[in-house]
């Protein structure tokens, strides 16, 4: 048998002979279409779901990308058989080269993405996988193939990973840190009128909510009230010890007084309450919403001046999907609710829950299910409306700092509070 010819790999496979070391394993070709083949089916399903779901464009566009990763991979497979077996193909070495790069380059970063999740069965197999198509680069690598046009291939090969490595920065770096994108609320106080029996009076407010990013937003929860509040004046200029008292009172007070020389203020008083969006609802990019309310107070009432909030919490379309989202239970009623809820003796609940769905299919396979719940309390102290999202039966747990950011990241989570908005009532109780 003469010896194989050293001139390279194309020529090598005129003379029809298969590499030297392939006639010693026969195991190696195997095990490298094994992983190739196992590659393309765990990537291609999530690049098929990816490009028929993901909530962003990028999203999709990252489906096609393992799509694309997919064939590749089967590619490589067939020309690793080709280059070891038959040498039919002149380029089959290059290819199962590229197609096993590909594979170890996109392994790497589906690992770090699951690396994220809850699943300890896909963070397996994505090690597995990604140390089995780094072995198959090595493996094809030792063989030579001898590439043409080596820095057109090289030219190739750095493209598609910058593309690769610039389409997960911007998913999982810039867009979660992304903080610019915020609704505004809102609040216009309308002409008061006296009933016809001049025993009441009501003040028409207008909410309006308005989107001005490029992304939509779903509501949470969104809660209207109105406090009314008693002031009265002092003769004298008050001491320095009743404005630090004051001082002391207003950062734990959602009433936020004014330091005053004069004015003596009062603990607000909760007068009217009630959402003034549907839960679950939401509000696309560049939109807007107006709704009125009317808060009606008798002609009498011992208030000097009432202030107004609106308040909502919201989440982004392009980081979750969301079910619709239903009143599950109150704080009354013997319904269960998160202990620190318990502890708000001075506040009762709605609770709204709905399930939420992960913005790609990386995510949905790899985290547990998350569900959110809304609660909107109120009391005589005042109301407010906010959104919590856990696995289930996590509702007790107090998380850290640290988890609620997180949280509010992954999710696009944004607090929105307007007021307040006040308005004297003497010239309205001067009319009766």
């Avoid at 999203?59 to 067939?78: C, D, N, Q």
């Avoid at 590909?102 to 140390?131: F, H, K, P, Q, W």
């Avoid at 009128?193 to 028409?204: G, N, T, W």
């Avoid at 989570?413 to 001067?430: A, Y």
Wanted: proline residues 4%; glycine residues 8%; positive net charge.
């Amino acid at each position: 048998m003469s010896t194989p010819p050293k001139s390279g790999f194309c020529s090598y496979l005129r003379a029809g002979r298969a590499p030297a070391k392939t006639q010693r394993s026969q195991t190696t070709p195997v095990l490298i279409l094994l992983v190739l083949v196992l590659t393309a089916g765990y990537l291609g399903r999530f690049g098929i779901e990816n490009l028929n779901g993901a909530l962003t464009f990028m999203g999709r566009v990252t489906g096609a990308g393992l799509i694309a990763a997919s064939i590749t991979a089967l590619l490589g497979g067939a020309a690793v058989m080709d280059y070891w077996f038959r040498g039919s193909f002149p380029y089959s070495g290059i290819v199962a080269l590229a197609g096993t790069a590909a594979a170890a380059l996109t392994n790497l970063m589906v690992l770090l993405e699951v690396a994220n999740g809850d699943s300890r069965y896909y963070l397996a197999a994505s090690i597995l996988l990604t140390a089995g198509s780094a072995w198959a680069v090595f493996a094809v690598g030792r063989m030579s193939v001898e590439i043409p046009a080596p820095k057109r291939v090289a030219v190739a090969v750095l493209a598609s990973a910058a593309f690769a490595i610039a389409n997960f920065g911007y998913q999982n770096l810039y867009q979660p840190y992304q903080h610019g994108a915020r609704p505004v609320i809102k609040l216009t106080m309308g002409k008061p009128e006296l009933s016809m029996d001049r025993k009441s009076f009501a003040i028409p407010v207008d909410i309006t909510l308005e989107n001005h990013s490029d992304v939509g937003f779903y509501v949470m929860g969104g809660e209207f009230h109105a406090m009314g509040e008693t002031v009265t004046m002092d003769g004298h200029d008050r001491l320095r010890q009743q404005w630090r008292d004051d001082a002391k009172r207003w950062s734990k007070s959602q009433d936020k007084s004014p330091l005053s020389r004069r004015e003596i203020h009062q603990a607000g008083q909760l007068v009217a309450a009630q959402p003034w969006m549907v839960q679950g609802n939401w509000i696309e990019a560049s939109d807007s919403f107006v709704t009125r309310t009317v808060v009606q107070l008798p002609i009498d009432t011992p208030y000097d001046q009432v202030a107004f909030y609106a308040t909502a919490s919201f989440a982004r379309k392009d980081r979750l999907g969301l079910d619709s989202v239903k009143l599950a239970r109150d704080s009354w009623s013997g319904g269960k609710v998160p202990r620190w809820m318990k502890e708000q003796a001075n506040f009762d609940s709605l609770i709204y829950t709905g399930r939420v769905h992960e913005n790609n299919s990386i995510n949905a396979h790899t985290m547990d299910a998350r569900f959110v719940a809304i609660y909107w309390m109120f009391g005589t102290q005042g109301a407010g409306v906010f959104s919590s999202i856990t696995r289930k039966g996590e509702e007790d747990r107090k998380t850290t700092d640290a988890e609620n950011r997180a949280v509010s990241n992954r999710y696009g989570l944004v607090d929105v509070v307007t007021g307040p908005i006040q308005r004297s009532l003497w010239d309205i109780k001067s009319r009766r």
